[in-house]
T-cell receptor, first 113, second 119 residues
Framework: KQEVTQIPAALSVPEGENLVLNCSFTDSAIYNLQWFRQDPGKGLTSLLLIQSSQREQTSGRLNASLDKSSGRSTLYIAASQPGDSATYLCAVDITGGGNKLTFGTGTQLKVEL | GAVVSQHPSWVICKSGTSVKIECRSLDFQATTMFWYRQFPKQSLMLMATSNEGSKATYEQGVEKDKFLINHASLTLSTLTVTSAHPEDSSFYIC???????????????FGPGTRLTVL
């Protein structure tokens, strides 16, 4: 059974700092991995999707990397801003799993002024 | 990107009543939709996979008679929580994949969620 873990569970940083969020998964047979942002009481905003054949994806200040063999992905946020404060979730789509996503435990990020 | 909507965005009901939540794909047809549940300070857990024109597939531990799913059209799936109890209070989120979209990425698009509170 695929298990997805995110470290740290919570993170507080000053504005402007670069930071890295970690996601690990136990079964490397994934089809893709997605990073999402969730604001309190809200739905999910898709940030980046990395296919299994890709190593990284970039969007603005965000960069996500994927190392399938080691079961890890990182989300790098450059020059963090207070507006980046949210919970970040990673999710994996298992190969042959019928497109079902398994979500990680989430990292709650707070960027302080 | 593809847009998925949910209705209502929040609902409060009395214990023992049934509540229906709608999930719509607004600009694409979705043969498959997914229903997730999220308890406070926890991650999303897949409840069931909704297939257009056929029975839903439920994850282990999810009662199919309590959480009725109907996917009667290519743009609408409904989740009915029957005889709701306070422990069913949660955030319910649906997602859908656009089969005519990016066939390689398999990306899912998520609705904004429905907050259910059972008194």
């Amino acid at each position: 059974k695929q298990e997805v873990t995110q470290i740290p569970a919570a993170l507080s940083v000053p504005e402007g700092e670069n930071l890295v969020l970690n996601c690990s998964f136990t079964d490397s047979a994934i089809y893709n991995l997605q990073w999402f942002r969730q604001d309190p009481g809200k739905g999910l905003t898709s940030l980046l999707l990395i296919q299994s054949s890709q190593r990284e994806q970039t969007s603005g200040r965000l960069n996500a990397s994927l190392d399938k063999s080691s079961g890890r992905s990182t989300l790098y946020i450059a020059a963090s801003q207070p507006g980046d404060s949210a919970t970040y979730l990673c999710a994996v789509d298992i190969t042959g799993g019928g497109n079902k996503l398994t979500f990680g435990t989430g990292t709650q990020l707070k960027v302080e002024l | 990107g593809a847009v998925v909507s949910q209705h209502p965005s929040w609902v409060i009901c009395k214990s023992g009543t049934s509540v229906k939540i709608e999930c719509r794909s607004l600009d694409f047809q979705a043969t498959t939709m997914f229903w997730y549940r999220q308890f406070p300070k926890q991650s999303l857990m897949l409840m069931a996979t909704s297939n257009e024109g056929s029975k839903a597939t439920y994850e282990q531990g999810v009662e199919k008679d309590k959480f009725l799913i109907n996917h009667a059209s290519l743009t609408l799936s409904t989740l009915t929580v029957t005889s709701a109890h306070p422990e069913d209070s949660s955030f319910y989120i649906c997602s859908a994949r656009d089969p005519a979209g990016d066939m390689v990425s398999n990306e899912q698009f998520f609705g904004p969620g429905t907050r259910l509170t059972v008194l």
